[in-house]
């Protein structure tokens, strides 16, 4: 159903949970570039939810993806 809800414009959120405050700072240490992303994460749901890894991924000034990463939040399990 979340197709036939995106279609319309209406928004689904299936996993429960959003993200706000998300930064990206680039930054050079020890001669190397490094990219650091920080977020929440909170639940959108009044039901217990678990964190799944997050993927984060590194976009092209063409949105195309140049690099994906893996990320297990520290925060496992939002009430």
């Known amino acids: 159903m979340a197709?036939?809800?995106?279609a319309l414009g209406i928004?689904?959120?299936?996993i429960g949970?959003?993200?706000?405050d998300v930064t990206t700072v680039k930054s050079h240490k020890d001669g190397a570039d490094l990219i650091t992303v920080t977020a929440r994460i909170y639940?959108?749901?009044t039901?217990?939810?678990t964190v799944p890894p997050v993927i984060v991924t590194l976009l092209d000034e063409h949105s195309k993806?140049?690099?994906q990463w893996s990320v297990s939040p520290k925060v496992r399990d939002i009430e």
């Open 65 to 67: 993806p140049l690099y």
């Open 47 to 49: 039901r217990h939810l």
């Open 11 to 14: 928004g689904v959120n299936a």
């Open 17 to 20: 949970l959003d993200f706000s």
């Open 43 to 45: 639940g959108v749901e």
């Open 3 to 6: 197709g036939v809800y995106s």
